[in-house]
């Protein structure tokens, strides 16, 4: 095979992006990485233009037979992105142990490695949301997930990795090709389909006294900028290090729910539900990238706001598929 590119989670949310937006630039010798499955995350295939596509329990041993040849990037977009998963053994081994291994092999053999990191790395968000390096060990991940990932930016640090490769640590990320994520969908998603089947959204009611019901806050990038922002890192191999991937301005649960209603027409119509007790004590109430050592690095694209993203992806997507 004539692979450039090999995006690992190629059928996911991201991933998908990813493989559309290289589309864009006349790319299709793209090596597609995932796991399908009986869900319906193949439907993200369709439309899209690539060399060939590897279930990720035969690519590994596929990359002492050359597939790393001539490659340029790979974008390591694959994981369980489940913040709920229980199943720690699996965690770790695929989202630390199998992404340890495949910087490896592209260090090994000299190719661009960029991967996705997460936000949930940061913990509560009381010791801030700084991607300094010098900072990564005071860091306390909330669930198991975010563990996972946070494992994987400490090996990069503690090995040297993180002067040769980029990892993103995503935040809020909502847009189209998430459908197949389940529980897991942006807030976006899941309103839309509330406002559809009830007419109301439920949000959950603040647990803490200096947070009202629905001003929870978090940093929602919509995908097509997680998207720029990878794609760049990957054309860039003299950038390396962590980055936060975000707008860099926080927004409440409201605002963003808002949102969706006016896409839609409609005033908005929210209930309040308590916070389930599996999520007490590991829930995020203020998410906020520090935007300052990728603006320094030289990424200088303005990132939309939620007004501008949800309108796009709820009527030109959402609303035209239904």
Request: proline share 3%.
């Amino acid at each position: 095979m004539n692979i450039k590119y090999i995006v690992t989670g190629g059928a996911g949310f991201i991933g998908s992006n990813i493989v559309r937006a290289l589309n864009a630039r006349g790319e299709t010798d793209i090596l597609v990485v995932d796991h399908l499955g009986l869900g319906e995350k193949w439907k993200n295939l369709v439309g899209l233009r690539f060399e060939d596509y590897i279930d990720k329990s035969d690519f590994l041993p596929l990359i002492e037979k050359g597939i790393l040849k001539n490659v340029a990037v790979v974008y390591h977009l694959g994981a369980c992105s489940a913040t709920t998963e229980k199943d720690a053994g699996y965690l770790v081994e695929n989202n630390y142990r199998f992404s340890r291994h495949l910087c490896e092999a592209c260090l090994r053999h000299g190719v661009r490695f960029v991967y996705a990191s997460s936000a949930a790395t940061y913990g509560n968000g009381e010791l801030g949301y700084s991607d300094l390096d010098a900072d990564l060990l005071q860091y306390r991940p909330l669930n198991m997930y975010g563990l996972s990932k946070h494992m994987m930016d400490l090996w990069a640090l503690k090995h040297g990795h993180l002067d040769r490769v980029a990892g993103i640590k995503y935040f809020n990320v909502y847009g189209p090709g998430e459908a197949h994520k389940a529980d897991m969908r942006s807030v976006v998603h899941k309103s839309y389909c509330q406002i559809v089947e009830s007419g109301s959204v439920k949000l959950f009611k603040s647990c803490r006294p200096e947070y009202k019901d629905g001003e929870q806050v978090r940093d929602f990038v919509y995908v097509f900028d997680a998207v720029d922002q990878t794609l760049w890192l990957g054309d860039h191999p003299e950038v390396s290090g962590l980055f936060n991937c975000g707008t860099g301005t926080p927004r409440t649960w409201l605002d963003l729910v808002s949102s969706v209603f006016r896409a839609m027409g409609l005033e908005p119509n929210i209930d309040f539900v308590d916070l389930p007790n599996h999520l007490k004590g590991k829930y995020q109430y203020h998410t906020q990238a520090d935007l300052s050592k990728l603006r320094s690095a030289g990424y200088d694209k303005p990132y939309k706001s939620i007004e501008y993203g949800v309108h796009d992806y709820v009527k030109n997507y959402l609303m035209r598929d239904s």
